[in-house]
């Protein structure tokens, strides 16, 4: 990381001109970045606001210029929603069993209980954001889940990687467009089997999975209709839209990747619409679901790969990508 720091310290003079002439981008004294060695383990965080004054004889550019890189921003976990007590007790919530099968990251991850009134990161902060499951209908239209659902346009518009789960899959769809009410067969639950569809086959989340896999589900809403321009990517007998993308990395699922098989044997526990030797029979077919984990996984590392720096050009708005990036300097992505 270091030498890439320093390229980008070699290359600022030249490229600070061709967005502002006649300036030149000089660091922020704290991050003791003049030589190209930054003190504080080569992070650099922003470029000071200084006018037209000099720094060790060079013009120093007015406005401010930040650095942003994969240790300034975050994968936020968007909890929706809260688990049964003796489920908590034993295996936690939402928000743990989401950061636990998002896998080790290089990459900072926090989680918001948006529905305790957690506030909403600004979108500048965000690598990325996974919305989780929830008790709640999105029928409801609850406070929260309003605010949440008219905030998603922007930003999929800003093309920050969105990965819904279930609550979080439907609320993606209805928020695009799509229509979320009850399923007309009523509630799915247990371990299924989920087909992917051919649009998979080119996919970054999907495509090195089995064609058939297991999935763990409990839902009694679905997405009815998908958002225009959406692409379906996986089904079973009884969900269409198991799965479905927006653009290039904004994902819905409506089974849960982050459920191991105790979790769902406590949800059959739980369902008490079930009939005992329904419930048995359900309880029965659980197992673990190691491709349908491996979704949520591969979110993970996709937001982390995209999470690398770029340098924003005070006033312009302007990105300058990193070296090695494939970015668009106008939009940062």
Known sequence: MGSLLRTILRRLPVLS???LP???LLPTAECGLYDGACEKGNRISSYEDVGDSRRNGQPVCAGVAVLVDERMKRLYILKV???YPD???TWGDFGAWTAAALGELALET?????EQGASLPAAAECAGLVITGSHSMVTDALPWSIELEQWIPSLLAAGIPLFGICYGHQLLARASGGEVHFHPEGEEIGTVKVHLLPDCAGDVLFRTLPRTFGAHVVHSQ???RLPPGSVCLAMNAFEPHQAFRIGECAWGVQFHPEYSAAIMRSYIEHATELEPSEKSERLGAVKETPAAAQVLRNFGRFVA?????SLMLPKTGRC???PRRDRNPETCR
Request: charged share 30%.
């Open 110 to 114: 926090a989680i918001l209980d948006v």
């Open 320 to 322: 300058i990508p990193l």
């Open 17 to 19: 001109e061709r967005a």
């Open 81 to 83: 929603g809260t688990t």
């Open 87 to 89: 489920t908590a007790k």
């Open 22 to 24: 006649g300036k030149t």
């Open 305 to 309: 790969d995209r999470a690398r720096g």
């Open 222 to 224: 679905s997405v009815l």
